[in-house]
Nanobody, 119 residues
Framework: QVQLVESGGGLVQAGGSLRLSCTASGSIFSIYSMGWYRQAPGKQRELVANIISGGITNYADSVKGRFTISRDNAKNTVYLQMNSLKPEDTAVYYC?????????????WGQGTQVTVSS
């Protein structure tokens, strides 16, 4: 069984910073990618950033230059450092991990953490 635990969300003023973290635990054989998505009210869930094997990163255009994704392989943890936050970054942020267990390779999602940026 696999669990993802997220932390780090909260309320911050525009221009401020937050750091999200997500740790995967359980019967994990291999992690293929780790990433962050977000969903604002009335909008579809969208990719914010991800990091795949080899350390290759991808970012949504809207966060390039402001957000940084990183990964600690020893801890099975992915981080999202968010700087220069804007009100339009307000959303529930979800961690997504693609990993393999004994039985299969599958996507696993965290429970979500609220990020609210006030103007």
């Amino acid at each position: 069984q696999v669990q993802l635990v997220e932390s780090g969300g909260g309320l911050v003023q525009a221009g401020g910073s937050l750091r999200l973290s997500c740790t995967a635990s359980g019967s994990i054989f291999s992690i293929y990618s780790m990433g962050w998505y977000r969903q604002a009210p009335g909008k579809q869930r969208e990719l914010v950033a991800n990091i795949i094997s080899g350390g290759i990163t991808n970012y949504a255009d809207s966060v390039k230059g402001r957000f940084t994704i990183s990964r600690d392989n020893a801890k099975n943890t992915v981080y999202l450092q968010m700087n220069s936050l804007k009100p339009e970054d307000t959303a529930v942020y979800y961690c997504k991990v693609v990993l393999g267990t004994r039985a299969r390779v599958a996507d696993y999602w965290g429970q979500g953490t609220q990020v609210t940026v006030s103007s």
